[in-house]
């Protein structure tokens, strides 16, 4: 069965950092494209950052260039947002979503119709 699940979401004040988490179920983990979306109320999903966890190739939106990090671990089937610099306009829900046996692509991968597979979102806000 496909899960993914988020976790690590909590409030933190701007310039401050916070990592999350997407733990998959096996299946889903391995060779895959696994990426992280944001959504704020009225908006669309946008793309925040994508791995291919058989490579760890990593895939960043201009916006969290240099302050997210996208990264794995392998022994547990989970795949981290690391944010560090955290503004106000980061605030949003996060959420993980998986395309299976597919390596991410490079112009696509922050489009949310590659995802077939999402979690239920962990919440971020941040406080100016």
């Known amino acids: 069965q496909v899960q993914l699940v988020e976790s690590g979401g909590g409030s933190v004040q701007a310039g401050g950092s916070l990592k999350i988490s997407c733990s998959a179920s096996?299946?889903?983990?391995?060779?895959?494209?696994i990426a992280w979306f944001r959504q704020v109320p009225v908006k669309e999903r946008d793309g925040v950052a994508a791995i291919y966890t058989d490579r760890g190739q990593p895939y960043y939106a201009d916006s969290v260039k240099g302050r997210f990090a996208v990264s794995q671990d392998n022994a547990k089937n989970t795949v981290y947002l690391q944010m560090n610099g955290l503004k106000p306009e980061d605030t949003a829900m996060y959420y993980c979503?998986?395309?299976?046996?597919?390596?991410?692509?490079?112009?696509?991968?922050?489009?949310?119709?590659?995802?077939?597979?999402w979690g239920q979102g962990t919440q971020v806000p941040v406080s100016s």
């Open positions: 096996v299946d889903t983990y391995m060779g895959s494209c």
């Open positions: 979503a998986a395309e299976l046996g597919s390596v991410c692509s490079a112009y696509r991968w922050h489009n949310e119709r590659e995802y077939y597979y």
